[in-house]
């Protein structure tokens, strides 16, 4: 099942007092179901923090958030676990070191109270490309990619319709990185998954996403289409420059 996700005027303030920071002054955009939507923009702007308002890891913030329609505020968590699903950029933070992996992908089944573990944990992992001895593998017995693998395999266990990627290969060698960006490809493209990527890399966005945000201080000053990047169709200045030095890099190599 595909999804679309809308985000209204979302804002959210950290701290209290004279130190309160607004870091998302207003942020509105749209995804259709079944694309893969980038976020891209230099450090601090607000990236992260955006992926995390949609999948409620923080509810701090103001404005409206719609997956299929439906605001995630309303959405009963177990639902909304089963909807919205999260990897993050760094696969060794973001496994327990004493976890095996039949662990880590059992807890979600447990946790949600869900039958046929066993089938369901070895479809995940097949479906991830990796073999099923590896349910029984540690943390420290797998490559980077692989620990990524398993940390997608997670995320798809509970059979979400939207996966928030948060700089998924960034952390990994570039022939690894192509591997894990061909495996998200191929999944989108079998399930119908949407995704929302962020990625600091506009390589990444020409490879997989359909329109990309570019986002300054919080703010998107601009939503492109990917086919904007080989001519550098931006309009806003900050956009221009940030594919103008992409596009140089990748000249220069
Ligand atoms: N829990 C928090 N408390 C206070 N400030 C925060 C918190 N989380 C994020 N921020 C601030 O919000 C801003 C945006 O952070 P965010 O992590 O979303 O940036 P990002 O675009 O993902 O950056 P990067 O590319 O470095 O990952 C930063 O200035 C950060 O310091
Ligand atoms: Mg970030």
């Not at 869900?114 to 097949?126: D, Q």
């Not at 952390?171 to 990625?199: C, H, K, P």
């Amino acid at each position: 099942m595909s999804v679309s996700v809308e985000t209204r005027d979302v804002s959210i303030t950290f701290g209290a007092g004279p130190a309160a920071v607004r870091v998302l002054p207003g942020v509105s955009f749209s995804v259709s179901p079944g694309e893969c939507f980038g976020l891209v923009g230099e450090s601090g702007s607000g990236k992260s923090t955006v992926l995390r308002c949609i999948s409620m890891l923080t509810d701090i913030w103001t404005g409206d958030i719609l997956i299929d329609g439906k605001s995630v505020r309303a959405m009963p968590l177990i639902e909304r676990c089963r909807m919205v699903q999260m990897v993050f950029q760094d696969p060794y933070g973001s496994l327990h070191p004493r976890q095996s992996v039949r662990t880590v992908l059992n807890e979600p089944l447990a946790i949600h109270k869900l039958g046929n573990r066993e089938e369901r944990m070895r479809k995940a992992i097949t479906d991830v490309g990796l073999p099923l001895s590896f349910l029984d593998r540690f943390p420290h017995q797998l490559s980077g990619g692989q620990r990524q693998r398993v940390a997608i395999a997670r995320a798809l266990i509970l059979e979400p319709s939207l996966l928030l990627l948060d700089e998924p290969t960034s952390a990994l060698d570039v022939s690894v990185q192509a591997e894990i960006l061909n495996l998200l490809q191929r999944l989108r493209e079998e399930r119908g998954f949407t995704y929302i990527m962020v990625t600091h890399d506009l390589a990444v966005v020409d490879h997989m996403c359909d329109r990309f945000a570019v986002m300054l201080h919080g703010e998107i000053t601009e939503v492109l289409p990917r086919d904007a990047i080989p001519a550098n169709g931006a309009t806003h200045p900050y956009a221009r420059e940030l594919i103008g030095a992409s596009l140089e890099y990748e000249n220069a190599h």
